[in-house]
């Protein structure tokens, strides 16, 4: 993996966390909105939508750490063996392009 599509990734990677933070704060702030306006299964539906978030929340912090250590491993294995690393990326390149243009 060259340090391009590495720096590529990682913004990507940057930019879903960031949309899911901005939904996150979108969530939150419908939810301190309609605190007081709301009838019995309005407040159910608050309810839920709260532990959902919550839910959410901490599932996206476990993503996020075990995304950020599998980065860290794969950049450490690549910087160990970079000639390794570039047969099997080439290995793999010519094989997804042999099955591509297979008729």
Do not use: C, N, W
Request: glycine share 8%; no cysteine.
């Amino acid at each position: 993996m060259t340090d391009a599509e590495t720096t590529e990734q990682e913004v990507t990677f940057r930019k879903l966390v960031d949309d899911f933070k901005v939904v996150v704060h979108d969530a939150e702030g419908l939810l301190k909105a309609s605190a007081g306006e709301l009838g019995e299964k309005a407040r159910e539906a608050r309810t839920r939508l709260a532990a959902s978030l919550e839910g959410a929340k901490a599932s996206f912090h476990k993503v996020e750490e075990k995304a950020v250590a599998g980065a860290k491993a794969a950049d450490q294995i690549v910087r160990e063996h970079p000639y390794q690393s570039l047969g099997v990326a080439f290995g793999v390149g010519l094989l997804i392009g042999v099955l591509v243009t297979r008729k």
